[in-house]
């Protein structure tokens, strides 16, 4: 009779704390669970202002309660994009199931009239040739 010990396999999962950076200080996401993840995807299925506040709520019950208040004072305080939260969402989500988004779209980068590259953001690091004044470096 086939069996696994799936009470091994979250003993296993939860092992390792998911930690990130925003506002110049590291949170712990401690509650990147099913039972939150399943309430975000269900505000992500009632779509328009559902989704904003499924992204914020999502991010805010992943932090421990301890945490709450000072993050979003953190947000407040320091202007943080909504791009930003989202992608913070995106990845907590890629770290807790193990499965990285694929990017959208494979579409060739398209020069502006300057005939620069124009410039485009996205959460994860990708290689230039050349340095932006204003790019970040972690």
Known sequence: MPFRDFDAFEAELSKEPIE????????????VNAANFLAFTRQLQEGGVAVL?????????????????AFADMLKARDVRLQTLMAV????????????????SSSPATPSASGETLRVVSPSKASTSRR???AAVS
Do not use: C, M
């Open 132 to 134: 932006s004044p204003s």
């Open 53 to 69: 506040l499924g992204f914020e709520s999502y991010l805010t019950q992943a932090l421990p309660e301890r945490d709450r208040e």
């Open 20 to 31: 990130f950076e925003l506002g110049g200080r590291k949170w712990v996401a401690a509650h």
């Open 89 to 104: 969402v995106n990845w907590l989500v890629e770290q807790a199931s193990g499965n990285p988004f694929d990017a959208a």
